[in-house]
């Protein structure tokens, strides 16, 4: 069966610190990868999604990248961080089929709070 | 992205009661749609999709219903129970694209 492993649950860091947040695959190959933010009582933001290595696409401007060194893994990195980087960070990924997409299935989340 | 909205940011049901959760989207090419639950603290879990070749689709416990000329989308619980308490989201998607663009969800609570 398929899981999805993100690290850390929580994580606390100045203003100005770099961030590295992993997100790992196991169980299929070539899925599409997403990163979403979730601000407190709020909805999912749609940062990253990735369609294979290498392949990036950002769907708002912000102070953070991502990266697909492997076909399982995805980051989401940042050089410097904002206040308003903090919130609760989501890695999904999804399966494709015959109908693009199937499936969208989420990690447990990482906690962000920057000081 | 696209709008995709919930009527309604909170809901209280009695246990036992059954529950509707309503979603509006406003892209007429999403074709593919999702339902989530996530609890306090922890990632979205999946609980039921529908295709846009269908207008209704059940699981255990749980229903989805899809109006696409309307554009609408809901959540039928049945039998509520405290452990459905979690806020719950209505996710979609275009036939042609990658991209799953979330509403900002609904509080169901459950009173004993």
């Known amino acids: 069966s398929q899981t999805i492993h993100q690290w850390p649950a929580t994580l606390v860091q100045p203003v100005g610190s770099p961030l590295s947040l992993e997100c790992t695959v196991e169980?299929?190959?070539?899925?599409?990868l997403y990163w979403y933010r979730q601000a407190a009582g709020r909805g999912l933001q749609l940062l990253f999604y990735s369609v294979g290595i290498g392949q990036i696409s950002s769907e708002v401007p912000q102070n953070l990248s991502a990266s697909r060194p492997q076909d399982r893994q995805f980051i989401l990195s940042s050089k410097k961080l904002l206040l308003s980087d903090s919130g609760f960070y989501l890695c999904a990924w999804s399966e494709v089929g015959m109908w693009t997409n199937e499936k969208l299935f989420f990690g447990s989340g990482t906690q962000l709070s920057v000081l | 992205g696209e709008s995709v909205g919930l009527h309604l940011p909170t809901l209280s049901v009695q246990e036992g009661d059954n529950s509707i959760i309503n979603c509006a989207y406003s892209?007429?090419?999403?074709?593919?749609f999702i339902w989530y639950k996530q609890e306090s603290g922890k990632g979205p879990q999946f609980i039921i999709d529908i295709r846009s070749n269908m207008d209704k689709r059940q699981g255990q416990r749980v229903t989805v219903l899809l109006n696409k000329t309307v554009k609408h989308l809901s959540l039928q619980i049945a039998a509520t129970q405290p452990g459905d308490s979690a806020v719950y989201f209505c996710?979609?998607?275009?036939?042609?694209?990658?991209?799953?663009?979330f509403g900002t969800g609904t509080s169901l609570t459950v009173i004993p």
């Open positions: 892209n007429s090419a999403s074709d593919y």
């Open positions: 996710a979609e998607n275009e036939i042609t694209g990658n991209q799953f663009y």
């Open positions: 169980g299929t190959s070539n899925p599409n």
